[in-house]
Nanobody, 131 residues
């Protein structure tokens, strides 16, 4: 199973910013589409943002468009999620997942991964947006 070390979550006030990091452990990111997912309290996991392995194409859920930016640094084997203008509804545990590039694209991964792939979510990072 592909594993990540996810970090960067903390308590922040509404309107604040955070940058989450997702470092691959034991494999290289080069051939994988990477997605950030989150689970809000009492809700199911949802796709937040995904980035391709090759051309850098990205996809964002409507709820985060214009506020979040996903990026990747293959040399560091790490994907980032810059989160600005945070809202209380962004509160949740954030995770990242990888899917082999030939099996998906950014929209497919973000919109359907949680339904298609039996997943043990493992370690995430807690983001709490509260005044």
């Amino acid at each position: 199973q592909l594993r990540f070390v996810v970090s960067g979550g903390e308590v922040v006030q509404p309107g604040g910013s955070l940058r989450l990091s997702c470092a691959a452990s034991g494999f290289t990111l080069d051939y994988y589409t990477i997605g950030w997912f989150r689970q809000a309290p009492g809700k199911e996991h949802e796709g937040v943002s995904c980035i391709s392995s090759s051309d850098g194409s990205t996809y964002y859920a409507d709820s985060v468009k214009g506020r979040f930016t996903i990026s990747r640094d293959n040399a560091k084997n790490t994907v980032y999620l810059q989160m600005n203008s945070l809202k209380p509804e962004d509160t949740g545990v954030y995770y990242c997942k990888a899917e082999y590039f030939a099996l998906t694209n950014v929209q497919r991964m973000c919109d359907t991964y949680t339904r298609r792939v039996p997943t043990s979510w493992g370690q995430g990072t807690q983001v709490t947006v509260s005044s």
